[in-house]
């Protein structure tokens, strides 16, 4: 059974401090891991796909890498706007259709 | 990526009622999902509904209480059937990427109370 475990479960950093988030996981075989950002009241807002240990994407102030066992979502400089649940999932090669298994999620609160 | 709504967006409903909620994407997708997210958690696959097709539910989830249709490219519904407070969630619906068939872009949801 695919697992997914995301920590911190929450963090609170002040405007500027930089710090990750990280994201565990157990698969058979990983056709992809994937981050998603979650505002109160929305959706998911899709952020990253990874799809190999050693690969890194970026987008403005985040940071996603990925190894055999866990990905880090890196958050550089943090702004207020930054403040979300981000959510880590992972998609099986084995696993019928396209089916995320999501974690817990980390909620991110930035500060002014 | 796929601009999704949902309807409604949020409802209160009495126990032993039933709620359809409906999900419309600005292009054709093959693959749809339904999601629940309960107070607090994390996301849930609930089904996979593909046009043509039954859909295919996840461990937990029965077609009796989930009902689903897709009855073409763009459209799905997700009725929630015989409510209990427990059912009390967001539900959400997404469509994969028309392309690698991997990501998930996710609609609003639809946050549901049931009394």
């Known amino acids: 059974e695919d697992q997914v475990t995301q920590s911190p479960e929450a963090l609170r950093l002040q405007e500027g401090e930089s710090s990750s988030l990280n994201c565990s996981y157990t698969?058979?075989?990983?056709?992809?891991l994937f981050w998603y950002r979650q505002d109160p009241g929305k959706g998911p807002e899709f952020l990253f796909t990874l799809y190999s240990a050693g690969e890194e994407k970026e987008k403005e102030r985040l940071k996603a890498t990925l190894t055999k066992k866990e990905s880090f979502l890196h958050i550089t400089a943090p702004k207020p706007e930054d403040s979300a649940t981000y959510l880590c999932a992972v998609q099986a090669w084995e696993t019928s259709g396209s089916r995320l298994t999501f974690g817990e999620g980390t909620q991110l609160t930035v500060n002014p | 990526s796929a601009v999704i709504s949902q309807k409604p967006s949020r409802d209160i409903c009495q126990r032993g009622t039933s709620l359809t909620i409906q999900c419309q994407v600005d292009s054709q997708v093959t693959m749809m999902f339904w999601y629940r997210q309960q107070p607090g958690q994390s996301l849930t696959l609930i089904a996979t509904?593909?046009?043509?097709?039954?859909?295919?539910?996840e461990s937990g989830f029965v077609i009796d209480k989930f009902p689903i249709s897709r009855p073409n490219l763009t459209f799905s519904t997700l009725t929630v059937s015989n409510m209990s407070p427990e059912d009390s969630s967001i539900y959400l619906c997404?469509?994969?990427?028309?392309?690698?068939?991997?990501?998930?872009?996710f609609g609003p949801g639809t946050r549901l109370t049931v009394l």
């Open positions: 509904a593909n046009q043509g097709s039954e859909a295919t539910y």
């Open positions: 997404s469509v994969g990427n028309r392309v690698s068939y991997n990501e998930q872009f």
């Open positions: 698969v058979s075989g990983l056709r992809g």
